[in-house]
């Protein structure tokens, strides 16, 4: 992947994995024990493996899981692994940005 590449996967992903990431814990904290429907995690996933395709070579990127879509995941595990994500997300631009500006190699 190029660096534009990159970083333009980036700034697509980023906002879309917090605002999932917001809307999740909304759900939990309503409804905590309920199971996610097979459509949410196929679309939570799809985010998701693009997001880990991007953090492939991150020394973090051997935490980060999918959702299980065979069990459906309780809206808990799911905040727990987007926390995860959008933590390893946080970590990536710290490492290769500076001053708002991305330093890619």
Known sequence: MSKHETVA????IAPLVTAMLDE???FAIK?????IG???VVMINRLLAD????????????YLDLLSDDALPQYSDAVLILSQYRAAMDAFQERHSEYGKWMLD
């Open 24 to 26: 999740l814990r909304k």
């Open 9 to 12: 996967t980036y700034e697509a």
């Open 51 to 62: 997001a880990k395709k991007l953090l492939a070579h991150e020394s973090n990127s051997k």
């Open 31 to 35: 409804k905590p024990d309920a199971t």
């Open 38 to 40: 097979q459509q949410k």
